[in-house]
């Protein structure tokens, strides 16, 4: 145990600032809340964000990279896409002075679980809803079965990497997995992989997988996620070097068909197509053109100025498109990929494609369960604790669709609502959904040297209002409909973007005039109200 003394109690920080200490060679970030003052890990347990360019508002300090959220009392992670607490330390008044001990006095990891009850729940799908309320099982020290019906043979992956920093060559394998297999034993969770589920029936309350195997369940969990789209009647997606990317398997295959290759056609302009476009053009030095039917890149979802500059910033960079196009086929040479060829006449030599034309929910085992699914896209209803028309069923992630204020549905496919969903989901399971609290929609993408930030969702707005140009990839963009903030997007303004959360999380008006105002301090604001 050693003591460091930081400073004044009394001028240190004022309340709800943070400062950053290396202690010992390690990175601690003091807070201070009225009088009290708080030490936790200096860097997020997601991807190692410096928390102290964060926002602490209250007792919640949230990261400024994609927005995992901690209490700084106990280091207690509170929202993903973080998996883990923080460390946090000791800290005391003596003489006046802030003085923190080291080494750390928690447990960062969900706790090891000992089996006492035979209350069973079985969780469908191994991805990152599915895993999430597995860990949050064992941070409520539920007693009974945990079983996890995956059918991929990997453990449960850190997904959005796969189009980013692995397809690039900059994550190494085993940064992957979010845990190892031992992790999941060791906390009782029966962590089944390849198995495949045909059928749910609920009236028995058993799940019936591929070999024929029933599993007995006393509540259920449906997570399986969606399947990437295949281009329907397009000629030549069977070809050995045509892709689709899901799985780590998925982006392994894509990375061995990059070896020799000079000419990658990527199909599909969606987060998945331009992230893949990025790495294959900067990681894997391939020439890369992007197909797509639309007039810009994210046009739909974040608007033209926003869908602009990323096209720009691919061009600049060698990559190539060829917009308002339709593929009318893929040429092979053998087995292999030669050319794809537009509805125009145009063909574009090749030596892999990759399709990214959207995803669908995977549901086709619940078509005798009985269960109410949406007729459009089949995916799962569900009330507001992710509960289905079955009340021992639950739904999370990609597949489940619930009722928004406005009277109508939404189905969202992002990595970190589906987290949040297994969080919420396993406190209803378990009896605990009294605690839930507010979550507001996040995502992000990476692509270049650009990390674009999202916060909130709006399918449809009046106006985008701006500080800032997004051509000068320095922005935020506000997203409204009739005169109210439904959703954000930024770009190096890490600071404000986290306030954007805390201020839809906390319905805090911000008016029209606010958001076109550069010198309104969103800081400020958001920890104020």
Not at 49 to 59: E, I, N, S, Y
Not at 481 to 502: F, W
Request: net charge negative.
């Amino acid at each position: 145990m050693a003591d460091h003394t930081l400073g004044p109690a009394n001028s240190l920080l004022k309340t709800g600032q943070l400062k950053r200490f290396e202690l010992e060679g390690k990175p601690v970030v003091i807070g201070r809340i009225d009088d009290t003052y708080y030490a936790v890990a200096g860097n997020c347990s997601h991807y190692g964000a410096p928390l102290d360019k964060g926002v602490l508002k209250g007792t919640n300090l949230i990261c400024p990279w994609h927005h995992a959220c901690f209490d700084i009392r106990s280091g207690e992670r509170l929202e993903p896409p973080a998996l883990n607490d923080l460390r946090h330390y000791p800290v005391r008044i003596a003489d006046g002075d802030v003085v923190v001990t080291l080494p750390n006095d928690n447990q960062t990891e969900p706790p090891i679980r000992t089996v006492t009850s035979d209350e069973t729940i079985v969780i469908i799908g191994g991805g990152a809803a599915g895993n999430a309320a597995a860990e949050e099982l064992c941070r409520l020290k539920f007693t009974g079965k945990i079983i996890i019906l995956s059918a991929v043979p990997a453990v449960p992956i850190d997904r959005p990497n796969l189009s980013k920093d692995y397809l690039d060559g900059h994550a190494q394998p085993e940064w992957i997995p979010l845990r190892d297999e031992k992790w999941y034993a060791s906390r009782s969770i029966d962590l089944q992989l390849n198995t495949s589920v045909t059928r749910v029936n609920p009236s028995e309350h058993t799940v019936t997988t591929k070999d024929g195997k029933s599993i007995a369940y006393n509540k259920l969990l449906l997570a399986t996620g969606a399947t990437p789209r295949q281009l329907r009647d397009t000629p030549g997606t069977d070809l050995s070097n045509v892709f689709l990317l899901r799985e780590l398997d998925d982006a392994t295959r894509i990375i061995e068909a990059t070896q020799g290759a000079q000419k990658a056609v990527v199909i599909g302009a969606s987060f998945i197509g331009m992230e893949v476009a990025a790495s294959l053009a900067k990681g894997r030095k391939l020439s890369v053109t992007v197909v797509a039917p639309e007039a810009l890149p994210f046009e739909r979802i974040l608007g033209p100025e926003i869908g602009r500059m990323f096209q720009s910033e691919h061009e600049a960079n060698g990559v190539q498109f060829r917009l308002r196009s339709e593929v009318a086929e893929i040429k092979g040479k053998g087995n292999k990929v030669a050319s794809v060829v537009l509805k125009s006449g145009e063909e574009i030599p090749a030596d892999l494609v990759v399709i990214g034309v959207g995803v669908q929910p995977t549901t086709d085992y619940l078509a005798e369960s009985g269960l109410k699914m949406n007729d459009k896209d089949h995916s799962v209803e569900v009330n507001e604790k992710l509960q289905t028309s079955h009340p021992d069923i639950y739904a999370a992630g990609d597949i489940a669709r619930w009722q928004t204020d406005d009277g109508n549905s939404t189905r969202i496919e992002h990595w970190r609502v589906a987290q949040q969903h297994g969080i919420v989901a396993a406190r209803n399971l378990a009896g605990r959904g009294d605690e839930i609290t507010a979550h507001v929609l996040f995502f992000w993408t990476t692509q270049w040297d650009v990390e674009l930030r999202y916060v909130g969702h709006a399918e449809k707005w009046d106006e985008i209002i701006y500080r800032g140009r997004p051509q000068d990839k320095d922005f935020l963009a506000f997203y409204v409909a009739k005169r109210q903030l439904l959703a954000a997007a930024g770009l190096n303004r890490d600071a404000e973007m986290d306030a954007l959360e805390l201020i839809l999380r906390d319905r805090l008006p911000l008016s029209v005039d606010q958001m076109r105002v550069e010198s309104f301090d969103l800081v400020d604001y958001a920890k104020s109200g």
